[in-house]
C-alpha cells in the first residue's frame, strides 16, 4: 500500500501560478509512475500529467507549455508547476500512483483544490 500526501493548492487570479507536490510513502516500487488528475465540479476526473521513476512524461495537450511534472526519486515526491492558470485550470488536484504509465493508478491521494480568479 502507498500513501500520498499533496499539498500547495489554493487560490490564484488568472495569469498566475502554483505548485503542488505530493510525497509518497509506504510499499514504492523501484520503477513506479507518479502524476496529477484533476477533476472539477460536473466532470469526470482527467489526466494532466504523470511521470515515470525513469523520467518518461506523459502531459495532456490542454496543459502543454504551461505546467510542468518533476519529481525527486530520492525524495518519492512529485511536482506539478502550474502557470499561466486559467479559470477552467479550477478543479480538485488529485497526487496518483501506479505501477506503469499506461492502466489506472493503483493508489490516490486525498486531492487538493485549485482555484483560479477570472
Known amino acids: 500500500q502507498v500513501q500520498l500526501a499533496e499539498s500547495g493548492g489554493g487560490l490564484v487570479q488568472a495569469g498566475g501560478s502554483l505548485r503542488l507536490s505530493c510525497a509518497a510513502s509506504?510499499?514504492?516500487?523501484?520503477?513506479?509512475?507518479m502524476g496529477w488528475y484533476r477533476q472539477a465540479p460536473g466532470k469526470q476526473r482527467e489526466l494532466v500529467a504523470k511521470?515515470?521513476?525513469?523520467?518518461?512524461?506523459n502531459v495532456v495537450d490542454s496543459v502543454k507549455g504551461r505546467f510542468t511534472i518533476s519529481r525527486d526519486n530520492a525524495k518519492n515526491t512529485v511536482y506539478l508547476q502550474m502557470n499561466s492558470l486559467k479559470p477552467e485550470d479550477a478543479a480538485v488536484y488529485y497526487c496518483a500512483y501506479g505501477p506503469a504509465m499506461i492502466g489506472r493508478p493503483s493508489s490516490w491521494g486525498q486531492g487538493t483544490q485549485v482555484t483560479v480568479s477570472s
Open positions: 509506504g510499499m514504492i516500487s523501484s520503477f513506479n509512475v
Open positions: 511521470i515515470s521513476s525513469t523520467g518518461n512524461t
